[in-house]
Every structure is written in structure tokens, then in C-alpha cells.
């Protein structure tokens, strides 16, 4: 019986947000804090031949400028790449640049003022003299002959990854009766948190001990970093707290030069620093996503069975490694590239290559957008080369229900899932036999409307941590949780992971409170803070609820089995008669509730602690470590309709609707605002966002006004719905909520577009799909060609 | 320069540099850090805050042009501990995730309620360009902000 999870409760973080009291990290002003302002280079490629910081210095209210000399003078190591996958090549990336600068925006060098206003002034006044070197920014076109990157590399390729059996599927391929052809890009994004990045740091030098205050998706793996590599300071003495953050979508997950530069500074200077990043900064800092080229072979046969699947994709890792670069296209991608589907042989590969662009890390799907966009965008061609309705031919090829777990060509055991039943129901949801009749009329006007399918495959809650370190990680990937019970009753939770908009002071509490019976405003959820949570491993990949929440679960299960033996103790009777009633929080003697001991009373009782059993210690705390058996598989049917205008290319979002299988609920609220705004960052991607290089490595998509983000009036009013297969291998039988719209969303609305294309003759187009972009393959398409 | 100002009913008298944003003035200044900073163009609408009732990007104003107006912040929305009704619709229709554009987006909406009791759908959507949210996807703030709209209607 549960009396919260499965409920939408309200959340409790929010007055605090509503009043505008939120925990940010620009917020943070100490005593004598000094600013810090960052030198950034003007150049994507060049090599630094002096820095004059004379000026600057000079400059009244300055306290310092630092050069990379400084810092690697001063201790500071490479910031390092956390997946390593076999015969990887590592380019150094040190926090602040040596000798060479690689990608715009780049550290160069580093101011403290007594105020932020005079630490920006003080940047105009550093001169640098840079001779400028041989620029790329294409992936492809950096594999060639091209000037390396980095000097120590033998090439700009990094790594190469192959999955599957490349012999077979191109065996299957030859003796299908038609193989697809499709060269797509999966355009650079820039991802855009609200709150920009921001550290502040403050150094104890009688305790010798430093916190750090940053704007992170997981404190202890910066923790980790900072003590063992980039800073030196040993982890005991080591504090990092990740308090308020605002949104991060993969982009604040990874360890940043600034989280080095500001602790060496307020230690260096006797002062605590901060440093807030400029919206300007965010764009050409944050590490941005996706960003592929790739060529894939689908092979069909003419009733619509697909027998093969070819995929080679050139990723953009950028100038430097990103912490986990290496894993987005590799294991989080070719590892996806099954889908939905029975398909018989797969061969994926992924190149990793240097350029002088900002590094790309995960953004949210992080390679699984990548993987689904490709595998639904390539079988809508073939469905349109066979003449099939889209849905027909992805029904023919779903993975039945009954072949579960499903072991794919490409690594990965699906768990569980009830393809058919989603159909069924994205089917009934959007009326699509209805919305294919009303587009066969509106093309009969001569209208341009398209109806957008996708049905998409997630792998989250990264992951077993033997599966992840044997696939290159260098971190297990499990989480902690630990349930303190204080003597009055009230319990604090502590869990490793961290919400950043997620809302898991919420749906934690819902969880500890149903597990072990008690209200939930009797629960608070710490999380964020390394001195207060012994050790966690943070929030991305979908991964909270499923392995975060699992570790709390089985805390309450110790603390139930604890309470139990007390209370058979109390009552003298037997451990095996004691029933631990959720519903009441109090244990008793089965078929005797009078017995019972209240939670409360048996909290306090472990404090007194004078009648406890032989053997037991007072005290009431558990902790456990939750490694999951497996990733968790959500999917999901997305459907929509767009009308282009003839005149203008731009497209509409008329009608969208969502059906997902993210497991158990526990808050149905959240799990449906996740995939409502998951799937508005989908819809940028498809139509709106990209991070435009030019052939200098300027960033010409480098602000708000140049960068388009969806805003309010870009969307109809869309649709939700669910089906609820549980995970059979996590406690709370849940699946990430956090990724699946934007990964379903971004292809659903490229395939209506798409769709409504057809007629012309366009048989595919690059995302995203701008109105510029549109009414040209018009223009051509009336032309008589493409 | 000397500036004078009201914010949240409160009388300040300062000193300020002439260069300085508002933003800035009630950020560091006075410490009321509920108005949040996210861009750097004027695009993103999470400094909104009211001066002489209008809704108004504190990014883009000189704390001096501020001199003598009233200013109303995220800080002073509350009165007596009791939410704003569009705080509360905010909080009912979970118009909020990360909740760092929720001041500016409360500062706005709460304008355009005040404008139009039973906005609709189309013109909260219109209404609320300037303001960006990268977490929700907008349909519930919409929701929340015509919830708020006829709370605070039925309550004036």
C-alpha cells in the first residue's frame, strides 16, 4: 500500500522558487569576496606568443592576473576525461591555456578585482598577441589531412568504436531486396540552462580545507576530480556543494576550467572568489551536444521486414575532451541503433574527432537522440521508397512482447516492454487514421501538411558499474542513499544524487515516507553537498529515481528489518510474527494492531536505548550503495502534425501527442512535466536551434538573439499519455522520465515535416528545419529538382 | 550618483556608480537576489520586475534611471505570508521545474493578468515571448498563468 508514490503531490521545493529565495550559486556573497573575470580567446586556433597584463594590473581594484603559467606553475593538473574506451588518444586540456589556444572562448587569462564591474574592465586592458594557425570546425573534414588539433595527436581522430558484426550485416545487406540509403548531420546545439554557470570558492587556511560552491549535476564526481587531479587538494579536505541549480540538461554535469581556476584563486589570494558566468560566455563555454555526421544502410525486404542496419558516424568531440565525451557516441549511441525493432545484424561505428569548436558532452538523450533519430528518420525513408504507411512497417518489425528480456546485436538487454500495446494507444490517443484522411484532403487543397511518427528507445539510469567501467568509464555508476532517523521520529534522506529541477525533494520524500509509513513533511531530502552526503555519483542519464531512489528504498527496508527486531524485543515476542504496517508506520504482532509500536516510539526507543535486543546498537541510520543490474529501457510513440506555409517555409505545430512507458510513476505531475518540456527541447532541435560555426571557428550562433530557443508561442497545447510496464530489476519498478521527449520529439516533428515534403519530391532534410531552410527545398523542388 | 528609490515598500537612499544595472543595484546592493540574471541581450526575461507597475527588464535599466519609482520585486509579491494568487497557480499548475525564469515569469504574468482577467491561451503564449523557460515547455506555465489571471480577478 502506498499513500504518496503514485500521487501528484505538490512540490515542496517550490516556495522557495515562487519567492524568489532560491539557493543559486550567484547568490552566494561572503565577507571580502573578490570577482573573478576570465580572458577568453577571439581566436578558434592560435598560438599564443605573449600576454602583457601590465594594464590590467594597474588598474585600480585589481587584486591579481593569472596566466596558465600560474596555474600549471601554481599545481594545477590537466583536467581530465572520465570514459576512456580502447586505443582512445588524449589531448591535454589544461584550465587555463598553455602556449596554444584551441576553440573561441577559451581561457587565456584570469582576473580578481574588488567587483565584478572592474574585473570586466580589466580584461580590455590584457593585451595578447596570438599567431593564428589552420582552423577546422566540420568533423569530417578534420579526420582528413588536416593540421592536428593538438600537436602530441597522430591525426584529429580520437577514438574509433565499433559494435556488431560488420561481416554479416554486410552480407545481409546484399541480399536484401532494397537498402536505404541516408547521409544525415545531427546539428551542434548549444544547450542553454536558464541559470548560467557560476563558482564561488572559499579557502579555511587554518583548517588548510577549501568549499566550493558550483553550479553542478553531480558535487561528489567534482569532488573527485578536483582532489585527484585538477587542484590537489586532498578529497578530506575538500567540500563542493551544489546547492540551487537552474536546469542543467547534461551541460553541468562536466568537471569545467572555472571550477579549477576559482578555488586556485581564493587560495592563491586569501579571498573568496566567485565567478558567474555571462550569458555570452555560457555560449562559447558550456560544452554543447549531438553535433554527428553519419552514413547508414537500412536493408528491407518488400514486405517490410528489415534485415540489416550499417551506421558509421563521425562525432564532434571539439577542441578538448570533454569529462565524458567519449561515452556519448560510443555506448550511449551505436548501442541504441536497434530501436524498437527485430533486426537481425547491426554494425555501428563511431570516429571521436578533435576541432577548434567547443567541446561537446552530453545534452539531454545524449546519443540516444542521436540513435533515434537516425533509426526513425531512415525507416520512414524506407516505408516511403516501399510505398508503406510508416506505421505498418514499424509494427511489422516491433519486438513482440513475449521476447522479453530482448538481447539486441548491439550489446545492450532490453528488460521489458510491451511494444504493441504503445501503438495501440499513440494510435487511439492522436486519431492517426483521422489525421492521415484530413491530410489527404489538405494535399487535395494543394496544402502542404505532414503527420510526424516516431516510436524511440532510451537506455537510462546509467548503468551497471561493472558493465560502465568495462566499457571505458572510470567511475562506477551506482548511487547512495542514506535515511537518518533522529530520536523525535523526523528523518532526514540523504541521496547522492541531485536535482536540478527535477523535483526529487519531492518525490524522494514520497518514497521514504510510503517505505517506511510516516507523513512526508516529517522527511527532508538533502542532497548536493559533499560534507553532508557521504558519497554520490549525481543526476544525469535519466538516472535519479530508478537507481538513486532504489538506494533509499533499501535503506527503509534495513531500517523496517531494525525496527522490526526492537519491536519483537519490546513486545517479547517473535522477529517472524512482527508485521511492519506501511500504512500506520507502527509494528505490531500479526492480528494483534493494539501491540503496536509507533514509529516514534520505537525511534526513541533506539535513543534511550536501555531495552534494546542483544547485539543491536542504538541509533537509527542506514546507508546503502545501489548498483542497478541493468539500464532501464523507457520508450515511446510520438505523433504530429505540421502545416508548412507555401510562401514563407515556415512550419507549424498543430497537433502533437505523446504516449511514453517510463515504469512506475511516482509523481505523475513531474513525469509529465519532464516530457512536456523534454519534448519542447526536442521541437527546438527539429525546427529552431544550432550552433553555427564559420569556416574561422567563429560561433555566429553566439547569443539569444542569434541562437533560437523555443519559446512560448511555438507550440500547440500537446498531448500526454502513458503505459506503465514496470522494471522487473529496480525496487520502485521505475524507468527515467527525464530524456524520452526530447529524444521522441526531435525526430516526430522532423518526420512531419518531412512528411509534408514529400510530395514535392524532398527526400531529406538537415534539422533544423528553419523557414529559410524549408522554403528553399520548395523553391527546388518547384524548380524540378532538389 | 545619489539615487533614491522604493522597492518592496522600502525607502533606500544610495550611492551608485552611474553604470550600474538595476539588476545589479538589487541584487548586490540590496541583496534581493530573487531576480535572476540569464542573458546578457535582454532576451530571456528572468530580471523582469515591476517599476511603476510596469513589467520591465532590469537588465536593460540603469539602477539611476530608476531614481524615484517605486520597484516591485519577486521579494515583495507575497504579503503576510499569504502567496501571490499567481505564486500560488504558479505552485497548483507545477509551473515551474528548475525555478530560475519563475520570478521574471511571475513578474510578467502577473501584468498580463492584470490586463485581461481571462486571457487566453493564445495570448498568454503571445504575451509571454520575452520570457524564456528552458525546463517546461510553457504549457503549464500557460496554465498556471490563466489560473492566476482569474484568481486574482475574483480577488480584486
Not at chain 1, 71 to 99: K, Q, R, Y
Not at chain 1, 143 to 162: E, I, K, L, Q
Not at chain 1, 484 to 505: C, D, L, M, N, Y
Not at chain 2, 4 to 28: A, M, Y
Request: some cysteine; overall charge negative; hydrophobic content about 40%.
Amino acid at each position: 500500500m502506498t499513500r504518496y508514490v503514485g500521487t501528484s503531490v505538490k512540490r515542496v521545493e517550490d516556495p522557495r522558487f515562487l519567492q524568489g529565495r532560491g539557493k543559486y550559486v550567484a547568490n552566494i556573497a561572503l565577507p571580502g569576496m573578490a570577482h573573478v573575470a576570465i580572458k577568453r580567446s577571439p581566436l578558434a586556433h592560435a598560438k599564443i606568443k605573449s600576454i602583457d597584463t601590465s594594464e590590467a594590473e594597474a588598474l585600480d581594484g585589481v587584486i591579481a592576473v593569472f596566466t596558465g603559467e600560474d596555474f600549471m606553475n601554481g599545481g594545477c593538473g590537466a583536467l581530465p576525461c572520465g570514459f576512456t574506451p580502447p586505443d582512445i588518444e588524449l589531448p591535454l586540456h589544461h584550465p587555463v591555456a598553455i602556449e596554444k589556444v584551441r576553440h573561441v572562448g577559451d581561457e587565456v587569462a584570469v582576473v580578481v578585482a574588488e567587483s565584478a564591474y572592474i574585473a570586466e574592465d580589466a580584461l580590455d586592458l590584457i593585451e595578447v598577441d596570438y599567431e593564428p594557425l589552420p582552423v577546422v570546425v566540420d568533423t569530417r573534414q578534420a579526420t582528413g589531412d588536416w593540421p592536428v588539433v593538438h600537436d602530441g595527436m597522430d591525426s584529429n581522430v580520437s577514438f574509433h568504436w565499433p559494435l556488431g558484426d560488420e561481416e554479416a550485416t554486410n552480407d545481409a545487406l546484399t541480399e536484401s531486396d532494397h537498402v536505404v540509403e541516408l547521409e544525415v548531420v545531427n546539428q551542434r546545439l548549444i544547450p542553454n540552462s536558464m541559470e548560467p554557470r557560476a563558482c564561488v570558492a572559499q579557502w579555511d587556511s587554518f583548517d588548510e580545507e577549501m568549499t566550493v560552491w558550483t553550479t553542478s549535476q553531480n558535487p561528489h564526481t567534482i569532488r573527485l576530480l578536483l582532489g585527484a587531479f585538477t587542484l590537489g587538494i586532498p578529497e578530506h579536505k575538500l567540500r563542493v556543494v551544489s546547492p540551487d541549480v537552474g536546469g542543467g540538461f547534461g551541460s553541468k554535469i562536466f568537471h569545467y576550467p572555472e571550477e579549477v581556476i576559482v578555488p586556485w584563486v581564493a587560495r592563491e589570494t586569501g579571498r573568496p572568489a566567485k565567478w558567474v558566468s555571462s550569458r555570452s560566455e555560457s555560449y562559447v563555454t558550456d560544452r554543447h551536444g549531438r553535433d554527428h555526421v553519419t552514413k547508414a544502410k537500412l536493408g528491407v525486404n518488400d514486405d517490410g521486414t528489415i534485415t540489416a542496419f550499417h551506421v558509421t558516424t563521425w562525432a564532434n568531440m571539439g577542441a578538448y575532451l570533454s569529462t565524458f565525451a567519449p561515452l556519448i557516441p560510443t555506448a550511449l549511441y551505436v548501442t541504441l541503433l536497434s530501436g524498437l525493432y527485430k533486426i537481425p545484424t547491426i554494425f555501428g561505428e563511431a570516429y571521436g574527432t578533435m576541432t577548434n569548436t567547443v567541446p561537446v558532452d552530453a545534452y539531454r538523450g545524449a546519443g540516444r537522440p542521436e540513435a533515434s533519430y537516425l533509426v526513425e528518420t531512415i525507416i520512414d525513408l524506407a516505408a516511403r521508397e516501399l510505398g508503406m504507411d510508416p506505421v505498418e512497417l514499424r509494427r511489422k518489425n516491433l519486438i513482440p512482447p513475449d521476447q522479453f528480456p530482448y538481447q539486441t546485436p548491439v550489446a545492450l538487454e532490453y528488460d521489458s516492454g510491451d511494444y504493441p500495446k504503445l501503438f495501440d494507444k499513440i494510435e487511439q490517443l492522436s486519431d492517426y487514421q483521422n489525421l492521415r484522411r484530413e491530410q489527404e484532403k489538405a494535399r487535395a487543397e494543394g496544402r502542404l501538411v505532414g503527420v510526424g511518427f516516431a516510436s524511440c528507445i532510451e537506455a537510462s539510469g546509467p548503468a551497471p558499474s561493472a558493465a560502465a567501467v568495462g566499457l571505458g568509464a572510470a567511475i562506477g555508476l551506482f548511487e547512495s542513499g542514506s535515511i537518518r532517523v533522529h530520536p523525535t521520529g523526523k528523518i532526514s534522506a540523504f541521496t547522492g544524487s541531485h536535482a536540478h529541477g527535477q523535483g526529487h525533494e519531492t518525490t524522494f520524500a514520497q518514497i521514504v515516507a510510503d517505505e517506511l509509513g510516516v507523513p512526508m513533511e516529517d522527511v527532508e531530502i538533502i542532497h548536493g553537498d559533499t560534507d553532508r552526503i557521504q558519497y554520490g555519483v549525481g543526476t544525469y542519464g535519466s538516472r535519479s529515481a530508478a537507481i538513486g531512489g532504489s538506494a533509499l528504498v533499501r535503506s527503509a527496508e534495513k531500517i523496517r528489518t531494525k525496527l522490526r527486531e526492537l519491536a519483537a524485543h519490546l513486545l517479547e515476542a517473535s522477529v517472524d510474527d512482527m508485521v511492519y504496517d506501511q500504512d500506520e508506520g507502527a509494528v505490531y504482532v500479526a492480528g494483534s494492531p493494539d501491540s503496536k509500536k509507533t514509529f516514534a516510539e520505537l525511534a526513541f526507543a533506539v535513543t534511550t536505548a536501555d531495552k534494546m535486543p542483544e547485539g543491536m546498537e542504538p541509533g537509527l541510520e542506514e546507508t546503502t550503495f545501489y548498483d542497478p543490474a541493468n539500464f532501464t529501457f523507457p520508450y515511446s510513440a510520438h505523433v504530429a502534425q505540421v502545416e508548412i506555409d507555401r510562401d514563407t517555409g515556415e512550419v507549424e505545430v498543430q497537433k502533437y501527442f505523446a504516449v511514453d512507458d517510463v515504469g512506475n510513476v511516482i509523481n505523475p505531475m513531474i513525469v509529465e512535466g519532464q516530457i512536456l518540456g523534454g519534448i519542447a527541447q526536442g521541437v527546438g532541435q527539429a525546427l529552431w536551434e544550432h550552433g553555427v560555426y564559420d569556416e574561422d571557428g567563429q560561433l555566429l550562433s553566439g547569443s539569444m538573439m542569434s541562437y533560437a530557443l523555443p519559446r512560448a508561442d511555438g507550440f500547440p497545447s500537446i498531448a500526454v499519455d502513458r503505459v506503465e510496464t514496470p522494471s522487473p530489476h529496480n525496487p520502485l519498478g521505475v524507468k527515467g522520465a527525464g530524456e524520452m521527449g526530447t529524444i521522441a520529439a526531435t525526430v516526430t516533428i522532423s518526420n512531419a515535416v518531412l512528411d509534408a515534403l514529400a510530395p514535392l519530391g524532398v527526400r531529406h532534410l538537415n534539422m533544423p528545419l528553419t523557414a529559410e531552410k524549408v522554403s528553399n527545398a520548395i523553391a527546388a523542388a518547384n524548380g524540378g529538382g532538389e | 550618483m545619489r539615487l533614491s528609490i522604493e522597492v518592496n515598500g522600502q525607502s533606500h537612499e544610495r550611492e551608485v556608480e552611474p553604470r550600474v544595472l538595476l539588476v545589479d543595484f538589487l541584487r548586490n546592493d540590496l541583496g534581493l537576489t530573487g531576480t535572476n540574471i540569464g542573458c546578457d541581450t535582454s532576451q530571456c526575461g528572468a530580471c523582469t520586475v515591476h517599476i511603476d507597475g510596469l513589467a520591465v527588464k532590469s537588465c536593460t535599466v540603469l539602477a539611476v534611471q530608476a531614481d524615484g519609482t517605486h520597484v516591485t520585486t519577486i521579494e515583495g509579491l507575497a504579503s503576510n505570508g499569504q502567496l501571490h494568487p499567481m505564486q500560488q497557480a504558479f505552485w497548483d499548475e507545477h509551473g515551474l521545474q528548475c525555478g530560475f525564469c519563475t520570478p521574471g515569469m511571475i513578474m510578467a504574468s502577473v501584468k498580463l493578468a492584470e490586463e485581461n482577467p481571462s486571457i487566453s491561451d493564445e495570448d498568454v503564449r503571445h504575451g509571454l515571448e520575452g520570457n524564456l523557460c528552458r525546463c517546461t515547455g510553457y504549457q503549464n506555465i500557460v496554465k498556471a498563468v490563466q489560473a492566476g489571471a482569474a484568481a486574482m480577478g475574483g480577488g480584486s
